[in-house]
């Protein structure tokens, strides 16, 4: 997760975004749940703050085994105060966990080789496990946001698909999310022109007005109910499935 996000002072427990972003994994934790009928351990991999695992521990307190914050920011000191307790945190994916989703909530696209980070990711988890990954989409929407945040690129699709089929992944979801909000953001980017590949001084996304903030997370929560037939345009790509 980005945490250069927050530095405009978002708050992720009501902005818009994070709390519609929520729904789809929300979503395919409690099918995964409902599959096997035992805890699941939640891995969020390049986890930051932490927000969407500690989303999900609130809202399913008895469906989650244990919580492994995964993130290499995390100082020695921060680690230890979390050792053995229910969310941990670590700076690499324990060996042989069973039962398990790994969370990647934009990730991938801030590792140059991301074929290689799915590759240790398999090789350290046990049996039975899954994954929900986002990642931002299409590169005609690159712009000095992804820059500042340091991305490597956007993903369509195929792209997804091609990555998660290299690890012989199951893929038991593929499709894009916020659709509704593409003709927008491309707009918005393409009118900015030649900056685009500037740094800014902060990240495209900010607080909005608490009436606008209502109704954009109502109208795309309300999409993603749709999410699975939106294989065509969005600014987030997404995919669920089993790892083998």
């Known amino acids: 997760m980005d945490l250069k996000e927050l530095e405009n002072g978002i708050d ?12 789809p994994l929300f979503r395919y934790f409690e099918k995964v749940y409902n599959e096997q009928k035992q805890p699941i351990t939640v891995i969020d991999f390049g986890s930051g703050s932490g927000f969407f695992a500690y989303e999900m ?6 469906k989650i085994k244990k919580v492994l914050l995964v ?18 945190k670590v700076h690499f994916i324990p060996e042989g966990i069973d039962n398990s989703i790994v969370v990647m909530m934009d990730v991938l696209e801030h590792i140059e ?3 290689a980070i799915l590759e240790d990711i398999k090789k350290r988890l046990g049996k039975n496990a899954h994954y929900f990954i986002t990642v931002p989409a299409f ?11 340091g991305h490597y690129r956007r993903y369509r699709l195929k792209m997804l698909e091609q990555l998660l089929g290299s690890q012989s992944c199951e893929i038991k979801g593929l499709y894009y999310i916020y ?23 902060s990240s495209d996304m900010k607080p909005v007005p608490g ?16 999410r699975y037939l939106n294989k065509f345009a969005g600014v987030t790509a997404v995919s669920e499935g089993k790892i083998k």
């Open 113 to 115: 080789d991301d074929y």
């Open 57 to 62: 521990l609130e809202a399913y307190p008895d």
């Open 139 to 149: 590169m005609s929407l690159w712009s000095g946001h992804d820059v500042f945040l």
């Open 179 to 201: 659709g509704s909000i593409f003709p927008l953001v491309w707009l918005v980017r393409r009118l900015k022109g030649s900056k685009n590949d500037e740094v800014p001084e």
């Open 71 to 88: 993130d290499i920011g995390y100082s020695e000191e921060e680690m230890a105060a979390t050792k053995g307790q229910m969310v941990e």
């Open 12 to 23: 992720q427990k009501t902005h818009w975004y994070y709390q519609s972003k929520k729904v």
């Open 211 to 226: 009436f606008v903030n209502a109704i954009l997370r109502a109208f795309n929560s309300f999409e993603m109910n749709f």
